[in-house]
């Protein structure tokens, strides 16, 4: 079932949006050369706890990082340990919090220093994918229309999207109906309506599409080793433009409030 959300709790999406939108900013300044992604983690959840929210990911499925944080061929769900980032690794870092009763879900991909054309060229596509996908959340629309967007834009740069996961509606609830491919796919596609909230989150490889499971069971990997990109915003569906709820200029206005 599509949960539409109401005027009082589009405003508490904003909210907990802008929370995660700025711990993913203050998270990916963090990152540097020579940190671990332990302590990237111990960081996230440091700025998670000073803005009064906690972490939507810890415990999640017994997730046991406050985020998400994949390095070079990892796609997502990439777990904190000892790994030491060096220059010219590229990091997703997938910040999600539970703030005031409402999920915010964002990601983005950040270089290490640097990195070559090829990483920074997945980079910008996938960014940009994610924008031309967020340009048809449009009332009226349906969610293919989002997955053509983000596909034909990806395979025209000669790159690839991740077809095992995909984006999902989002509110009290991590994962909500519908979900919402980076690729057009054979299944229903529901129509899109105002009040609805959706994680729309590109999944980008620089390679083939196919991915695997760590031993760990939680990171995903590109099967053949090339590195892997991932951005994601949290959407509503209004009756004119899209608005993007994961916007940390929203920040200071909503917790004075």
Known sequence: ????????????????????????HEVANFVAPGVT???????AAERIKAHGARSAFL???????????SVNDEVVHGLANNRRLEFGDIVSLDVGVYFRGFIGDNARTVPVGG???????????????LYEGIAQALAGQRVADISRAIQQFVEGNGFSVVREFVGHGVGRSMHEEPQVPNFVDQ???????????IAIEPMVNAGSPAVRVMRDGWTVVSQDGLPSAHFEHTVLITEAEPEILTCRERMPALLSA
């Open 59 to 69: 415990g999640y499925k017994k997730y046991p990082c406050h985020l998400c944080i």
């Open 187 to 197: 299944k229903s596609s529901p129509r899109l309506r105002p009040g609805m909230t």
């Open 37 to 43: 992604t332990r302590d990237v983690d111990r960081f």
């Open 115 to 129: 990195c070559s054309p090829l990483a920074q060229k997945l980079i910008d596509v996938t960014e940009r994918a």
């Open 1 to 24: 079932m599509i949960i539409l959300k109401n005027e009082r709790e589009q405003e508490a999406m904003r909210a907990a949006g802008a929370v995660a939108a700025t711990v993913l």
